[in-house]
């Protein structure tokens, strides 16, 4: 029971996402539910399932960071916005990140850090869902295949569909009009992921591109999505198998730092006692 | 809040928010009382109060807008888009007329439209300030537009403008433009700093609608009483920043307060700079010439270049002053002059090392989450 747990709870738009880390900064479990409309029920259930996950009870975790938009809504010890913690997460899983690109449900955001993983600089997408992972959802549901399936389908294509709306409205009724005039499937997957990476690319642009490249959010799964990303950078991402949960993992990282601090503080008051 | 003297102030300042009722109130007691508006982000409102008339800033702001949009496609920036809809619901028709400045395609177009569809109803002219500010025939050239410009307002308001009125006209704006500097000069006092971005940016705009005669008195009563501020044993918080940016218009004051909830504390601005660029004009001499020489030596901004001072260094000026460690750029959504600068200011800051972010909005507030969130991130970084 003395062993203590930080968590960082992420609550992104689609998915709820908590990291556990143990004293010494280490992972050691995750866990992902969807978001649903209740942002208590579905921060519940990340950190039971995390919990479960560690094989440790809820009294350990001493601290807790939450992020992501739902974070003012959480009950937490802190709140740090996403961009942060996406930064120490992906820093985290790669030391050697300059470069992040984090493709979520709702929003994209380009993110230069330095070696310590502090931020330099960063971009967000507006606040329209274009090119974010609700905008592919939206069109895979238009094609009549599973989300999953998007990427794997795309790498089969060798003549992609150009797609010019980034609107979600306007975007699926492009799809619907592609597939009545008779384009195949797999190139209006190509078309649609070559639409996003290049959206993408050009946020990176505006941050500016430092080798490695570090992508995470749920969107780092579309293994075609990938390859076209890596195409136009002309060079290799890295993706975890963790990438979903990077933000929560930055929460639970800053979240172990500001409990330590916190201590040291409240050491240096006792001694000046 | 910082004290109840301010408290009054702010509360005097919000008499201005709904011009109508304030020129209603204006008017009461006075002999021929007219109004003329002006659009932002700089008219010479000397000409406006010689030839005997209120100067009142035409604002948008947070509305639906419906009729505009006969008028104006969607892609057009949202003051322009709000403006045109006030004006389309008679929100101005109480104004004489209303002065434009060329600050961008938008606005000069817009003008026109004004001047095809609402010359009815008031007159609709355009101040043609020049493009380049670092010549004398720049000078020369404005001087004499001015004279246009007086002579136009003369013949609308049936009153004659004389060189002598101009003078005093000058003299009074000198005051208003002195007094904000000296408001700007206690905001980056540990007391001001107690105002929000928001109260501050209420008590300039208030600068573009009250009677000078009544704005210089409230400030100056003010100011003095502050005198006792560095004994208040008030200290700020908040990481301190500069916010630049055009400023037509301003987000809503929801928008406005993400500042500091987001843990920034906006040391200086240029908003509303245009109105206080000019610093002091000359009075005495040709005042034609002297307003064009005050506009001409004052620094760039995202709608006029080639100036003496450009504009990053004007940035750079507002950090130092008020110790600042980054620079918001706050960019109304489609300005495309500001979006323009914003490539070399954002190169002149990184050079320098110093942390930046650009952020936009609309009239409408809308969704903040998304500024929120990068506000705050922001301010993490500094940290």
Redesign the interface.
């Known amino acids: 029971m003395d062993v203590k747990y930080f968590a960082g709870i992420d609550i992104g738009s689609m998915t709820t996402k908590c990291a556990l880390v143990d004293a010494s900064g280490t992972l050691v479990s995750s866990a992902l539910v969807p978001s649903g409309a209740r942002i208590r029920v579905a921060r519940e259930a990340a950190l039971d399932g995390a919990v479960a996950k560690a094989g440790i009870v809820r009294e350990q975790i001493t601290y807790l960071v939450a992020t992501g938009y739902g974070r003012k809504r959480a009950e937490a010890d802190g709140q740090v916005t996403e961009i942060t913690c996406h930064a120490r997460g992906a820093i985290y899983l790669f030391p050697r990140t300059r470069t992040i690109i984090d493709i979520g449900g709702q929003d994209t955001k380009a993110i230069r850090v330095g070696a310590n993983g502090d931020v330099s600089n960063f971009v967000m997408n507006d606040k329209c869902a274009a090119g974010t992972g609700r905008f592919l959802e939206v069109m895979a549901r238009a094609l009549e295949v599973d989300l999953e399936d998007l990427g794997p389908l795309s790498m089969q294509s060798t003549s992609p569909q150009r797609i010019s709306s980034f609107c979600t409205v306007f975007g699926e009724s492009e799809v619907v009009s592609h597939l009545a005039n008779g384009s195949e499937v797999k190139d209006i997957a190509l078309g649609l992921n070559e639409a996003i990476a290049g959206r993408v690319v050009g946020m990176l642009r505006r941050v500016g591109i430092e080798s490695e490249v570090t992508m995470s959010g749920g969107v780092s799964r579309n293994i075609g999505m990938r390859s076209c990303i890596e195409k136009l950078l002309d060079c290799p991402l890295n993706v975890s198998e963790n990438s979903q949960i990077v933000g929560a993992l930055g929460a639970a990282l800053i979240g172990r730092e500001q409990w330590l601090a916190r201590e040291h503080k409240k050491l240096e008051s006792s001694d000046a006692q | 809040m910082p004290n109840e003297a301010f408290s009054r102030v702010l509360q005097a300042c919000k008499t201005t928010t709904n011009p109508g009722a304030y020129i209603a109130k204006w008017r009461a007691g006075r002999q021929d009382p007219r109004a003329i508006g002006f659009f932002p982000t700089y008219v010479p409102t000397e000409l406006i109060i010689a030839a005997g008339a209120l100067p009142v800033g035409v604002w948008g702001g947070s509305i639906a807008v419906s009729h505009a949009n006969a008028y104006i496609q969607q892609f057009t920036c949202s003051i322009v888009r709000s403006v045109t809809e006030y004006a389309l619901k008679g929100t101005f028709d109480g104004l004489e007329g209303v002065l434009f400045p060329p600050i961008c395609d938008s606005v000069k177009l817009i003008s026109s439209s004004w001047k095809l569809n609402f010359s009815e109803r008031f007159l609709v002219e355009m101040v043609n300030l020049p493009e380049r500010l670092d010549s004398e025939a720049s000078v020369n050239y404005l001087a004499s537009e001015l004279r246009r410009v007086a002579e136009v307002l003369s013949q609308r308001l049936g009153r004659p403008l004389s060189d002598d009125s101009l003078r005093s006209a000058i003299a009074l704006c000198n005051r208003v433009r002195a007094v904000q500097e000296r408001f700007y000069r206690w905001r980056q006092t540990a007391a001001g700093a107690q105002a929000t971005l928001a109260d501050v940016c209420t008590v300039i705009k208030a600068g573009t609608v009250m009677d000078a005669e009544e704005y210089v008195p409230l400030l100056e009563e003010f100011l003095a009483s502050t005198a006792g501020d560095a004994q208040s044993g008030l200290r700020a918080s908040g990481v301190p920043i500069v916010v630049t940016g055009l400023a037509c218009q301003l987000p809503h004051a929801n928008f406005l307060a993400l500042f500091e909830s987001s843990g920034l504390r906006v040391v200086n601005d240029d908003l509303f700079f245009g109105m206080r660029a000019c610093g002091q004009i000359a009075v005495d001499g040709d005042p034609y010439l002297n307003i064009a020489r005050g506009f001409a030596d004052s620094p760039a901004m995202a709608t006029r270049y080639h100036s003496r001072k450009l504009r990053h260094e004007l940035v750079l000026d507002e950090m130092q002053a008020g110790g600042a460690k980054g620079v918001v750029f706050l960019i109304p959504k489609f300005c495309e002059p500001e979006w323009f600068d914003l490539r070399y200011l954002r190169h002149e800051m990184e050079q320098r090392k110093i942390?930046n972010?650009a952020i936009?909005f609309e009239e409408d507030p809308?969704?903040i989450?998304?500024a929120q969130?990068?506000l705050?991130?922001f301010a993490?970084?500094l940290a």
Do not use: L, V
Request: net charge negative; glycine share 16%.
């Open positions: 942390p972010i936009d809308g969704m989450g998304p969130t990068r705050e991130a993490e970084t």
